[in-house]
C-alpha cells in the first residue's frame, strides 16, 4: 500500500550546522511533496513543497530535493537556529487528489 | 485571512462516550481532511470532504465519522469512544490546490 518512510527519527545538532532529513516514497503516482514543521502545541504549519517537474527548490535556508526515479526526497536547513527546534513531517500525494500520506516524522533538536 | 480553527482545544471523556469535534476551514477553502496524531503512529488520515462529499478515507473503524456542511465547516464523531482513541486529532482545509493549512487540533483524552 501507500506508504512514505522518514529518516532519521530523531536529529540533533548544532547550531550553525546542517540538517537533512530523508524520506522515501511508495506510490510512482505521487507527484507532490510537502514539508511540514510542528511546533509543540501546534498544528504542522507548510514549510515548502516541491512538485515533480522539479528537481530542486531553495527558500532562503531551507531547501528541498527529489530523485523521482529512486522515490526520494530531502529537506535540508542550513545554518540552523534553536528556533528551528521542532518535528519535520514529509509527505506524498497526488494532484488534485483527495489524500496526502505523511511520514513518521524526525525530532530536531538545535543546541545553542 | 483567519486560519482553519478547531473546537473544543481540549477535551476529556471516559471509554463507551461519544465526542463531536468542529472544523472551521480558511475563508473559501472547501476542501476539508481529517487526521489522528499519535507518539506511536504519526498523522493518520481520517477522511477528506469536498463540497460536502466525502471523497476518500482512511482505514479507521466505522465508529469514526465525519460530515461537512454547505458552508465548507466541518465536523467529526467518534462513537463509543476506547482508550486508544486518545489523540491529537488535526484538521486541515485547502483551495483548489492540494496544500493543506492545518488548524491547531483538538487533544482528546479518553479515560
Known amino acids: 500500500g501507500e506508504n512514505v518512510e522518514q529518516h532519521p527519527s530523531t536529529l540533533s545538532v548544532q547550531e550553525g550546522d546542517s540538517a537533512v532529513i530523508k524520506c522515501t516514497y511508495s506510490?510512482?503516482?505521487?507527484?507532490?511533496f510537502p514539508w511540514y514543521k510542528q511546533e509543540l502545541g501546534k498544528g504542522p504549519q507548510l514549510i515548502i513543497d516541491i512538485r515533480s517537474n522539479v528537481g530542486e527548490k531553495k527558500d532562503q535556508r531551507i531547501a528541498v530535493t527529489l530523485n523521482k526515479t529512486a522515490k526520494h526526497f530531502s529537506l535540508h536547513i542550513t545554518e540552523t537556529q534553536p528556533e528551528d527546534s521542532a518535528v519535520y513531517f514529509c509527505a506524498a500525494s497526488i494532484f488534485g487528489g483527495f489524500k496526502t500520506i505523511f511520514g513518521a516524522g524526525t525530532r530536531l533538536f538545535v543546541k545553542a | 485571512k483567519a486560519g482553519v480553527t478547531q473546537t473544543p482545544r481540549y477535551l476529556i471523556k471516559t471509554r463507551g462516550q461519544q465526542v463531536t469535534l468542529s472544523c472551521s476551514p480558511i475563508s473559501g477553502h472547501r476542501s476539508v481532511s481529517w487526521y489522528q496524531q499519535t507518539p506511536g503512529q504519526g498523522l493518520q488520515f481520517l477522511f477528506e470532504?469536498?463540497?460536502?462529499?466525502?471523497?476518500n478515507k482512511g482505514n479507521f473503524p466505522g465508529r469514526f465519522s465525519g460530515r461537512q456542511f454547505s458552508n465548507s465547516r466541518s465536523e467529526m464523531n467518534v462513537s463509543t469512544l476506547e482508550l486508544g482513541d486518545s489523540a491529537l486529532y488535526l484538521c486541515?482545509?485547502?483551495?483548489?490546490?492540494?496544500?493543506?493549512?492545518f488548524g491547531p487540533g483538538t487533544r482528546l483524552l479518553v479515560l
Open positions: 506510490d510512482s503516482a505521487s507527484n507532490y
Open positions: 486541515a482545509s485547502s483551495p483548489v490546490s492540494e496544500t493543506q493549512y
Open positions: 470532504y469536498f463540497s460536502e462529499t466525502q471523497r
